[in-house]
């Protein structure tokens, strides 16, 4: 029973053609392939903003409450581990990691996940690991080894009479990170222990086996030979979708992170909220670079170019050129792409329509070119014609650059296509006039802005500080905080009081006579 007295009962079974009420005021239907799937002790997230129904099996809900309920355990046994501890730990990982035994095990599992993704036709150019990713990685995890202990860090004093206060960090709680396929991740979320928190990971189905082996050869172990709790750190260890969702179902997080598709992130981020849990959304990606009546050639010709080395969400997506300057750095922009693409393997173009006569020609744009796809290499034209509306679409290109390309007739224009189209991410401007650039950036809606390459937009590289995510600003500006997620940036601020004088009274008076006189704290 309820505590209003209402008779409640166990989920036993989901008839076809159930109703079910979300939003408040509208109604979905349960499929008859979710009915015929569904079993007593199974779970239904129905997700409250678009009427999604989301089955959780049993199972997948078992092992998500294992993980969690470990990483629980933990946070709470870390307020009795000395900081010491948690630097040790990133030391031990960052070993574990440098451990020639270790990575080849580590790098085989990830070999194997690879050719399995690739047999199912699916992205690895974020899966597949590297010399370049583990020292990116260790040397993140020794650049938490050496920041600053996070917890109980005086933010701001506050004296009075008789008494004062402080603001001081504290953590925050279990943080629940679910990620796509990219096994470094592990080292940058690691940076929540710093400030005393726990984690709880659920992986893309892609990575799992390589994200075994690291847990068992490097995680664990790092956390025991520092003396950690083991759950600091937990795995839930499920291929299944249902367990992201099942995860981000759990009141006990204190922080709901993920990172993915634009669509995936965006339902679990729904699926946080409505279950009360703040999140840190890192989904829909995509640079865009505005070249003005100011631009240099030269240096508009070198900034695209080096915003196009590799696909990740800081890649170049959207140019676009103003139209006084369109038949001059239209070409310089080809050029770029073109380099591009020799140092890649070709590049694909999309052309807003009205900008196809700045082009070389028809015959040019219908060429047809070989584009490495996921599922392997295809023969498409060179170039196409989009309408906006596909301007808001992130190239997620193998290794084939792939970039849209707009017309515009002002800077001003420029803008107002930024924020109606782009994701809200990273907007840069070549211009040589520094008050159309103090404009720019003033005008466009996103939290990183500049006048140079778009890939500087990353946490390590930027801050010196390893990222958990970067948010953008598609559902409005972030309160309270940057665009760049990190483990030092988790965590909550206690105000603590100390007081001097015993006879503190809000009402004016003093202790009644004949009290004795207690003595200030030393």
Not at 33 to 38: I, N, Q, R, T, V
Not at 385 to 406: C, H, K, M, N
Not at 418 to 443: H, K, M, Q, S, Y
């Amino acid at each position: 029973m309820s505590e209003h007295g209402e008779r409640i009962a166990p989920l036993e079974a989901l008839p076809a053609g159930m109703p079910v009420l979300f939003g408040g005021d509208r109604m979905t239907f349960v499929t008859p392939e979710l009915s015929a799937a569904f079993r007593p002790g199974d779970r239904l997230v129905v997700v409250q903003d678009t009427g999604d129904l989301l089955h959780v099996p049993a199972a997948v809900g078992a092992a998500v409450e294992r993980a969690t309920a470990a990483a629980g355990a933990a946070f709470t046994a870390l307020s009795g581990v000395a900081d010491t501890a948690i630097t040790a730990f990133f030391e031990h990982f960052a070993l574990r990691l440098e451990d020639e035994a270790v990575w080849s095990r580590f790098a085989a599992a990830n070999a194997e996940d690879v050719a399995a993704a690739r047999a199912r036709g699916r992205s690895t150019t974020r899966l597949a690991v590297s010399e370049a990713m583990r020292r990116d990685m260790v040397a993140g995890l020794r650049a938490w080894r050496d920041s600053p202990a996070g917890r109980d860090r005086v933010l701001e004093q506050i004296p009075h009479e008789g008494w004062s206060i402080a603001q001081v960090s504290a953590p925050l709680g279990v943080v629940g990170f679910v990620f796509e396929g990219r096994p470094n991740v592990f080292a940058d979320a690691a940076g929540v222990l710093r400030t005393g928190n726990a984690v709880v990971f659920r992986i893309g189905s892609d990575a799992l086996g390589c994200a075994r082996v690291l847990m068992a050869e490097a995680v664990v172990p790092a956390l025991a030979a520092a003396g950690l709790p083991p759950g600091a750190m937990s795995l839930v260890d499920s291929a299944e979708r249902s367990a992201g969702w099942a995860l981000f179902a759990d009141r006990r997080l204190a922080l709901a992170v993920a990172r993915g598709s634009g669509p995936a992130v965006a339902q679990l981020g729904a699926i946080a909220r409505q279950s009360g849990i703040p999140v840190s959304l890192h989904g829909t990606g995509g640079a865009w670079m505005v070249a003005d009546a100011g631009a240099d050639a030269a240096r508009f010709a070198a900034t695209a170019y080096h915003s196009l080395d590799r696909k990740v969400c800081n890649t170049l997506n959207v140019c676009v050129i103003v139209r006084p300057r369109a038949a001059e750095l239209v070409p310089v922009f080809l050029q770029a792409l073109e380099a591009a693409g020799r140092r890649r393997r070709g590049y694909r173009l999309h052309v807003l329509a009205g900008a196809e006569g700045f082009l070389p020609g028809s015959d040019w744009m219908a060429e047809p070119v070989p584009v490495v796809r996921a599922e392997g290499l295809a023969t498409e034209p060179r170039a196409d014609v989009i309408g906006e509306a596909d301007l808001a679409r992130e190239w997620e290109w193998e290794d084939t650059p792939e970039v849209s390309l707009a017309v515009v007739d002002d800077l001003e224009a420029a803008i107002a296509l930024f924020n109606r189209r782009a994701p809200r991410l990273v907007a840069t401007l070549i211009t040589g006039d520094p008050e159309a650039l103090a404009r720019f950036e003033a005008g466009v809606e996103a939290p990183f802005t500049g006048d140079g390459f778009t890939r500087w937009v990353d946490g390590q590289y930027a801050l010196d500080r390893p990222e958990l995510g970067l948010s953008n600003w598609e559902g409005g500006r972030l309160f309270a905080r940057g665009g760049v997620l990190a483990g030092d940036g988790v965590f909550t601020v206690r105000t603590r009081m100390r007081q001097v004088d015993p006879g503190l009274d809000r009402s004016g008076g003093g202790s009644p006579a004949g009290w004795p006189q207690g003595q200030p704290d030393t």
